[in-house]
Structure formats: C-alpha cells, structure tokens
C-alpha cells in the first residue's frame, strides 16, 4: 500500500511539473506542453486508482464484520447503538 502512495504523489508531482512547464511554455511549444501535461493527468489518475484499490483491500482485510454492517444499513443510530453495547 505504502508503496501506490508513494506512485500516486510522484504522480501528482509530474502533474504539477507538466502543468508550470505548459504554463511557461513558448506558443510555438504550447501543444507539445499540453499534450505532455495531459499524459501526466492519465498517469496520476492510473496510479490513484491503484492507491484506492489497496487501500480498499487493507480496509476490507481490517474491518470488523459489524462495521460493515452498519454502513451498508446506512443508519448512524445503529452504529452508536453498537458502539455502546
């Protein structure tokens, strides 16, 4: 999981780059830029899907069955009235 974050936010700073690179870009490079910039945002949404999708296994593995319980019914009641017993 630690390391899909750590993807992820490299990701997420490629963007950044891409993006002042666009930004600063001469016009004659300008579609260039872009295009680099939009490949950067398909790579950074990639590796954000890899990160939710671990970080959904580890909460599957770790969540008690009651907890799951309660969210699928949606109710906040019923989870208070859980969490006290």
Not at 25 to 50: G, I, M, P, V, W
Request: proline share 2%; aromatic share 10%; hydrophobic share 40%.
């Amino acid at each position: 999981m630690i390391a899909a974050y750590v993807e992820w936010r490299e990701a997420c700073r490629s963007v950044d780059d891409a993006y002042s690179s666009w930004a600063d870009t001469t016009r004659s490079r300008a579609r260039a830029a872009f295009l680099q910039y939009d490949a950067a945002l398909d790579a950074e949404e990639s590796a954000a899907n890899r990160y939710a999708r671990s970080v959904t296994r580890v909460a599957d593995m770790t969540d008690p069955p009651w907890r799951t319980d309660w969210r699928k019914s949606g109710s906040a009641l019923e989870r208070l009235r859980h969490e006290r017993g």
